[in-house]
């Protein structure tokens, strides 16, 4: 089987990141503050572990996914139908005004904190959800934090692990890839995965396919970062890309 190949050529040099000012102001309200990566973290503690969760059975359809290991070192987990095509409208018609309570967030904190199981962790961020039009694209980067905030508590915080949700629409292009983890084996999906051309070999381009998700861990257990887990987002080559990112968090002493 042929995948498409993604050259490194292709991936971001001048991104635009949801950094217009309009864009920002639609979504300050909400639930989801647009932040750029570097944006200072207004919600430590505020996302919770999960005993402050509650159960919202109206809007939360019990959890019907299925997992792809991607990665075993650096973990990385691809997830099908992680949210349903109904959550996924729920979500994106009360985009801009979704409140903190709201049951369908609720639902998904408490997915993703069932998802990380026995991961050491902090509970979650706010979550952010992030929009691309066409040829916008977001350069390599780590989640985790090279200065980890220092929070309230004297506690430091980073990111532990992410969950990248893709809530459609499904453009052409905005692939989401990894630089440093193995490429696809010829029997992987070519629907979801295809393959960096890059001078290493390494590398693999997971597409956004709606409702589907990647999960990946940011830290090793000592609480550094992995540089392993750098990604991008490709261009969007025609349409529109929604996606959301669910960070975990990690504090230490
Ligand atoms: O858009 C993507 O595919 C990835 C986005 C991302 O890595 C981020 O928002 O941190
Ligand atoms: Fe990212």
Not at 26 to 55: D, E, K
Request: glycine share 6%; with cysteine.
């Amino acid at each position: 089987m042929q995948f498409a190949e993604v050259k490194p050529s292709d991936i971001a040099i001048n991104h635009h990141y949801l950094q217009s000012q309009e864009m920002n102001k639609i979504f300050q309200q909400v639930l989801v503050p647009l932040t750029a990566l570097t944006t200072p973290l207004q919600s430590w503690g505020i996302w919770g572990s999960a005993n402050q969760v509650s159960t919202p059975e109206m809007v939360c359809g019990a959890a019907n996914y299925t997992t792809e290991i991607v990665s075993l070192d650096p973990l990385a987990v691809y997830i099908n139908g992680f949210m349903s095509k109904s959550e996924i409208a729920y979500l994106r018609n009360l985009l801009t005004h979704l409140a903190r309570d709201d049951p369908m967030v609720e639902c998904i904190i408490k997915r993703s904190t069932d998802f990380v199981g026995f991961i050491p962790h902090d509970g979650f961020e706010a979550l952010q959800v992030v929009r691309y039009f066409e040829n916008e694209r977001h350069d390599p980067h780590f989640d985790w934090f090279q200065s980890p905030p220092k929070i309230a508590s004297g506690l430091t915080c980073n990111r532990a692990a992410s969950f990248f949700v893709y809530l459609g629409d499904e453009p052409e292009g905005g692939e989401t890839c990894f630089h440093y983890l193995y490429p696809a084996p010829p029997d992987a999906d070519p629907k979801k995965f295809s393959n960096i051309n890059s001078d290493d070999g390494l590398g693999v381009a997971v597409k956004p396919i709606t409702g589907n998700a990647m999960f990946w861990m940011n830290l090793y257990s000592n609480n550094t970062g992995d540089p392993r887990v750098q990604h991008s987002a490709l261009p969007i080559r025609s349409g529109t890309k929604y996606g959301m990112n669910i960070l975990l968090k990690r504090c230490w002493e």
